[in-house]
């Protein structure tokens, strides 16, 4: 098992930045990738970032790109995210893979940008 405790949500004016971060305990020499998803309101939970443990490979939605990086420090993976739209307004979670392809999730973490 690994646990996930994110923090980092908030409100923000469009055009600022945040970051988060989710810290990983447990099983955690198991994880094969750390990564975010996101949920928007009305909407299904999508891929935001992901990072493959073993060689740093960083993948990203299209619509992140340029503007989000994806970092690790130990068992913490931060997503910074700048250049801020209302569109990005979501529930962002956590996401561990393991190397049995075991899927773990964080409980959210509220994202809201407006003016």
């Known amino acids: 098992q690994v646990q996930l405790v994110e923090s980092g949500g908030g409100l923000v004016q469009p055009g600022g930045s945040l970051r988060l971060s989710c810290a990983a305990s447990?099983?955690?020499?198991?994880?094969?990738?750390m990564g975010w998803y996101r949920q928007p309101p009305g909407k299904e939970r999508v891929l935001v970032a992901t990072?493959?443990?073993?060689?740093?490979t960083a993948n990203y939605a299209d619509s992140v790109e340029g503007r989000f990086a994806i970092s690790r420090e130990k068992n913490t993976v931060h997503l910074q995210m700048n250049s801020l739209k209302p569109e990005d307004t979501a529930v962002y979670y956590c996401?561990?893979?393991?190397?049995?392809?075991?899927?773990?999730w964080g409980q959210g973490t509220q994202v809201t940008v407006s003016s």
């Open positions: 996401h561990v893979l393991n190397a049995l392809g075991d899927n773990y």
């Open positions: 447990g099983r955690t020499f198991t994880m094969a990738t």
């Open positions: 990072l493959r443990l073993s060689g740093g």
